[in-house]
């Protein structure tokens, strides 16, 4: 089999006594979509942010393409992508200052940058809206800009923090469409979600609770051991022996 895109064993983080993400262990493959679900403070965010090379972990070991989170977060860095739901883009930047600004950060040449700039705002259709503000536009919009952005150097892996909250069903549907378009590509997508329905969408899923892995396997497989119409049921029989909130 090939190398594993992202490969954590026993990944663990604590913030004094508190363990916020306990002896995690998974493998994700390259082109796969994976799940990564759990309530409001069952650790979720902070293992991102371990993957991402932004936090350095207590204990435990973890790859991101090939590279080590203790020793290797600049080169991680240049090999992903990151979206969040709450901060992506700069609103009062127009479309093409931003896409400008973020090939920038992620070291593309200047003429890289204009070809990487005219080939998105043609593929998104916002060649008229190309020199407004960011602030203006439909949150669809900001979102399906702000995925295409962090794909903008063409990362092996693409980490989506709650990237459709807010957005209506349709907009969700076509966002979804992008992320198979990327996944069929090659590239690795790490999701997180509060729509359970989108879970379905994915290769997939992980359903963590206070910090631990509870469950890890396709939405099929789990529903079946789960004896679940649905994967927001596998979700809330998990979530009921939480202790813990945010």
């Given at each position: 089999?090939?190398?594993?895109?992202?490969?954590?064993?026993?990944?663990?983080?604590?913030?004094?006594?508190?363990?916020?993400?306990?002896?995690?262990?998974?493998?994700?493959?390259?082109?796969?979509?994976?799940?990564?679900?759990?309530?409001?403070?069952?650790g979720k965010t902070t293992a991102?942010?371990?993957?991402?090379?932004?936090?350095?972990?207590?204990?435990?070991?973890?790859?991101?393409?090939?590279?080590?989170?203790?020793?290797?977060?600049?080169?991680?860095?240049?090999?992903?992508?990151?979206?969040?739901?709450?901060?992506?883009?700069?609103?009062?930047?127009?479309?093409?200052?931003?896409?400008?600004?973020?090939?920038?950060?992620?070291?593309?040449?200047?003429?890289?940058?204009?070809?990487?700039?005219?080939?998105?705002?043609?593929?998104?259709?916002?060649?008229?809206?190309?020199?407004?503000?960011?602030?203006?536009?439909?949150?669809?919009?900001?979102?399906?800009?702000?995925?295409?952005?962090?794909?903008?150097?063409?990362?092996?892996?693409?980490?989506?923090?709650?990237?459709?909250?807010?957005?209506?069903?349709?907009?969700?549907?076509?966002?979804?469409?992008?992320?198979?378009?990327?996944?069929?590509?090659?590239?690795?997508?790490?999701?997180?979600?509060?729509?359970?329905?989108?879970?379905?969408?994915?290769?997939?899923?992980?359903?963590?609770?206070?910090?631990?892995?509870?469950?890890?396997?396709?939405?099929?497989?789990?529903?079946?051991?789960?004896?679940?119409?649905?994967?927001?049921?596998?979700?809330?029989?998990?979530?009921?022996?939480?202790?813990?909130?945010?």
């Amino acid at each position: 089999m090939a190398e594993p895109m992202i490969k954590a064993e026993n990944l663990t983080r604590m913030f004094g006594d508190f363990t916020a993400v306990d002896h995690i262990s998974f493998e994700v493959g390259r082109g796969e979509i994976f799940g990564f679900l759990g309530a409001n403070g069952a650790g979720k965010t902070t293992a991102m942010r371990m993957l991402t090379g932004l936090l350095v972990p207590t204990e435990g070991e973890a790859t991101v393409a090939g590279f080590d989170v203790y020793s290797q977060a600049e080169q991680i860095k240049k090999q992903i992508g990151y979206m969040s739901q709450k901060f992506s883009l700069y609103e009062d930047l127009t479309v093409r200052e931003n896409i400008r600004l973020y090939g920038g950060i992620y070291g593309l040449a200047d003429q890289q940058i204009k070809q990487k700039s005219d080939d998105l705002i043609s593929m998104l259709n916002m060649q008229d809206l190309q020199n407004q503000k960011i602030g203006s536009l439909p949150l669809g919009w900001k979102q399906k800009l702000a995925f295409s952005v962090a794909l903008i150097h063409e990362p092996q892996i693409v980490f989506l923090d709650e990237p459709t909250g807010g957005v209506d069903p349709i907009t969700r549907r076509q966002f979804w469409e992008q992320i198979y378009k990327v996944a069929d590509e090659g590239t690795t997508v790490f999701v997180t979600t509060h729509y359970m329905d989108e879970a379905e969408y994915c290769d997939r899923v992980s359903i963590m609770v206070d910090g631990r892995i509870d469950a890890m396997d396709t939405p099929a497989e789990l529903k079946e051991r789960y004896n679940a119409e649905d994967i927001e049921e596998v979700f809330i029989t998990l979530a009921r022996g939480a202790k813990r909130r945010e």
